[in-house]
């Protein structure tokens, strides 16, 4: 199984990003995708989550209204669309396809930087 995330960079206050996360060796539609993030000195925390059909969404109260995860399950792809970035959004975020505590599985993770 490979998870594998892009889309990461550097982005003034304000901009946004569009973060890409594969998923490969899975059945991809019977797993719940997630996106956390860990920024420095600080515990890895859930970002949002959408379920396996796409059905159910959840966020994170700080990024209610900015982000949106969705997925394309023809293409074995969850997106984080990211927007009105701010300082506080700095950070390593990952991806994660959970179906059960034996199937979990994450990416290395992609640096998002916001700075101006």
């Known amino acids: 199984v490979q998870v594998v995330e892009s889309g990461g960079g550097l982005v003034q206050p304000g901009g946004s990003l569009r973060l890409s996360c594969a998923a490969s060796g899975l059945t991809f539609s019977t797993y719940a995708m997630k996106w956390y993030r860990q920024a420095p000195a600080k515990e890895r925390e859930l970002v949002a989550g959408i379920d396996s059909v796409g059905g159910n969404k959840f966020y994170r109260d700080s990024v209610k209204g900015r982000f949106t995860i969705s997925r394309d399950n023809a293409k074995n792809m969850v997106y984080l669309q990211m927007n009105g970035l701010g300082l506080e959004d700095t950070a390593v975020y990952y991806c994660?396809?959970?179906?059960?505590?034996?199937?979990?599985?994450w990416g290395q993770g992609t640096q998002v930087a916001v700075s101006s």
């Open positions: 994660n396809a959970y179906r059960d505590s034996y199937h979990d599985y």
